[in-house]
């Protein structure tokens, strides 16, 4: 083969959720859309505040065409770090400065930097806890890593410690966490982080190095029912942060977020050295300039997040009157459900048949279970638990193929 073999693997097979959302389109071609209810994909469908359509609207009027669509610095735009860290550290009394943050073209990229910028030999381990979001393997196999994987506490969604405990080695250069979580919707408690943040500590001294967290969070304000997610950092000073704006703006597409290294953390100017390293050697500097600088105003505020609380409790007193066994999510904006037969895809594959596009979670290191996107029109919710009592029904009359 004239390409990487690994690389031309990566682009030739679509991710199932893809596959998923793609044969949703062509069904709805057949049978009209109203007629599909695709559950497949996160992609926000609670519009941008309108701060984010205002901000560039005047940043078109009060900056030129170059100063407005230039280069920033590699790292990012000054004062968009500052007015980040400005808003953490008035929301979460921490003490961060401009010169910790490394704006990057989203939460994907933001990893990507983090996992190669730590690596530093091919036995070098990551640890994910299960159910994790899939390109963590990608991610940290580019960077020339391992990724390890901890099953599920499926009772409470929260660590398996456990199971971490065993996983842990002298090779671990990190544990990824991502909370609210993708997919079972879990918010890992101040009890969880804190007991964490403990074994780390300890391990950390075993092995004579730092084990670091990074934590994925995308969807830090996207909770219901007032959940507080920890601010990790807080707990565990070795914590890298990846951030992305797509969910809690709704800017998915706009290629937005940042890595933050706090300066408390061990070897911390070396890491963010790395970090500028990794996003160079990546190429992802300069992230979106104009973007950039609709952050550096929009910081903190986000879309009608109650709609999806609607769409969430719609769902799940839906699907647990129908007799399903969901995971009530206490942020992000997907539900996780137990497969009504051992093999979640084949579970999947019965409701696709009657047109209920469900993800299972198989890829996602939670076998038995699916997930359900919430973030869909109210309506498609409403519509579809017909189809999703038929598929009850076949269960429970024992006809389901
Ligand atoms: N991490 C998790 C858990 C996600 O769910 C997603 C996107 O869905 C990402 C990272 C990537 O986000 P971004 O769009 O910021 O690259």
Do not use: W
């Not at 083969?1 to 057949?30: C, D, N, P, W």
């Not at 170059?66 to 920033?72: F, I, N, V």
């Not at 909770?223 to 997610?229: H, M, T």
């Not at 996003?279 to 109650?306: D, F, H």
């Amino acid at each position: 083969m004239i390409v990487s073999e690994k690389m031309h693997e990566l682009g030739s097979k679509r991710s199932t959720i893809r596959e998923l959302f793609e044969y949703g389109k062509q069904r709805a071609a057949v049978i009209g859309s109203e007629n599909v209810y695709d559950f497949s994909l996160g992609n926000p469908t609670v519009p941008a505040p309108s701060c984010v359509n205002e901000v560039i609207r005047s940043l078109t009027e009060e900056l030129d065409s170059l100063s407005l669509h230039g280069y920033t610095s590699a790292q990012g735009d000054q004062e968009t770090r500052q007015a980040i860290a400005g808003y953490l550290n008035r929301t979460y009394d921490t003490s961060f400065k401009a010169e910790d943050f490394y704006m990057t073209v989203g939460a994907a990229a933001a990893l990507c930097i983090c996992f190669r910028a730590l690596t530093s030999s091919a036995d070098d381990e990551f640890i994910a806890l299960a159910p994790y979001f899939p390109e963590y393997k990608v991610f940290v196999n580019a960077a020339g890593a391992s990724l390890k994987v901890v099953s599920p506490d499926t009772q409470s969604f929260q660590i398996n410690f456990e199971e971490l405990l065993k996983t842990l080695t002298p090779h671990t250069r990190g544990v990824i966490i991502n909370s609210p979580n993708n997919p079972s919707g879990a918010v890992y408690s101040a009890q969880t982080i804190e007991k964490l943040a403990s074994i780390l500590e300890e391990k950390s001294k075993e092995f004579g190095r730092p084990v670091y967290i990074i934590t994925d969070e995308p969807y830090r304000e996207i909770v219901y029912d007032g959940v507080e997610v920890p601010f990790v950092t807080k707990y565990y000073k070795n914590t890298l942060v990846c951030y992305s704006y797509s969910k809690s703006l709704s800017l998915p597409g706009e290629r937005i977020g940042y890595v933050l290294v706090p300066a408390e953390a061990d070897e911390s100017r070396e890491i963010y050295a790395a970090v500028c390293g990794a996003g160079r050697a990546l190429g992802y500097v300069c992230a979106p300039s104009m973007m950039q600088k609709v952050i550096a105003r929009c910081t903190g505020q986000t879309g009608n997040i109650l709609l999806y609380k609607e769409n969430r409790d719609l769902l799940y007193e839906g699907l647990t009157e129908l007799g399903y066994k969901c995971f009530k999510p206490q942020g992000a904006f997907y539900m996780f459900v137990q497969a009504l037969e051992l093999d979640a895809d084949a579970f999947c594959e019965q409701a696709k048949k009657l047109d209920l596009l469900l993800v299972p979670a198989t890829d996602f290191g939670c076998p038995g279970y699916v997930r359900i996107s919430y973030c869909v029109d109210t309506d498609m919710i409403k519509r579809s638990f017909g189809a999703f009592r038929k598929l009850k029904d076949l269960y429970d009359s024992g006809n389901a193929e």
